[in-house]
C-alpha cells in the first residue's frame, strides 16, 4: 500500500473562533486517523473570487454550531506529514465564510462551510470619483479602487502600482464598482489582477514566477496524462501545496490524451482545483490548466478576457 495513502494532512483553521480540526492520516507503528476532512478549491488568475467548499464530519453539536458564524475567516492548509521523512505542507485557501450548514447524511452528520476569497470586496467596493486631468493615470484609477477594496478587508500592496502608469489628457469621472475600474485599467495596459488569499495583486499579463518551477510527471505524481484544449493543457496530480496561479510548472510526459500542439517544458499555472481528503479511499488531487511558456512568454489563446488571462 502506498505511503502517500497513509501520510496525507488537512487542517482547517477559525482564526477569529479560535478553533481548527484535522491532521495527518499517519502509518507508521501503528495507523492514527484524525477527524475526517474532505475539500474542495478552486483558484485562479481571473479576477473571481477563489472558492473553497469544506466537510468536516462528525462534529459534536456544540463544536458545530460554534462554526455557524457569517462572514468569519477560513484557512486550509495541506500536504503530507510523516514521522520518518518531515513533511510538505502549506496553506491553499485563505477567505471568509459564505454559509455554513450542518445536516445528517445516513449515519455521518456533516457540517459543511462554503467560502469565498475577497467576496465582500468584489461585490461591495465601489469607486465614486472625480480625477482631475493629469491626476488620472491607469496608476492612479487602480489606487482609488484599492482603497475601496481596502474598506473590506482586502490587503494592498504599494509596489503592484509600478507597472502601471497611462493618463488621459481629460478629467475622468469614476461611478463604478472598484472591480470594474480594475478590469479597465487593466484591459488598457495588458495586466491581470485577482485577489488571492486576500491580497490584491496585479501582474504584466506575461509574468511568470521561473524560479518556483514544480516538476510534474508520471515519476512525481501525474496521474493520467495531460489533455490539451482550448483553454491551454490541464494536468493532474497528486495534491502539492506549492501549486498556485501565476508559478510554473514543468511538465515532463511521454504521452497526452489529445494530439498536436503540446510539447514537454515550462507552464505557466492558470487555474487549479484541489480534491482532498483524509479518506485514505478518496482522491488527493490537484487539477490544473496552464499554457505553455515560449520565447520567455505565455502563449495566449484566441479569445482575450476583461483583466482576465487570455
Known sequence: ????????????????????FGGSYEYFDEIKIPIMIKASITRSNEPNANEAEVKIYNLRQDTSSRLHVEDTQVEVEIGYKDPRYGETVGFIFKGRTRLVEAKQVGTDWITTIKCGDG??????????????KGKNSSRDKAIEASNEMKVYGVEVSPDIFD???????RATTLHKSARQVLDEVCR????????????????NRNDFALDTATVISQQTGMIGSPDLNED????????????????TVDIQTNKTKSTGGFSNGLH???????????????????????????????????????????
Open 1 to 20: 500500500m502506498s505511503l502517500v495513502l497513509f501520510n496525507r494532512y488537512i487542517k482547517v483553521y477559525f482564526p477569529e473562533i479560535g478553533v481548527s
Open 119 to 132: 467576496d465582500r470586496a468584489l461585490k461591495y467596493a465601489r469607486v465614486n470619483k472625480v480625477l482631475s
Open 163 to 169: 507597472i502601471l502608469g497611462k493618463t488621459k489628457n
Open 188 to 203: 488598457d495596459e495588458d495586466c491581470i489582477w485577482q485577489i488571492n488569499d486576500g491580497i490584491l495583486e496585479i501582474h
Open 232 to 247: 491551454g493543457i490541464t494536468v493532474q496530480s497528486l495534491a502539492v501545496p506549492l501549486f498556485r496561479e501565476g508559478r
Open 268 to 310: 505557466r499555472v492558470e487555474k487549479i482545483t484541489f480534491d482532498v481528503s483524509l479518506n485514505a479511499n478518496e482522491p488527493f488531487t490537484a487539477s490544473l490548466t496552464c499554457r505553455k511558456i515560449e520565447d520567455n512568454k505565455v502563449k495566449r489563446s484566441k479569445y482575450r478576457g476583461i483583466g482576465a488571462l487570455s
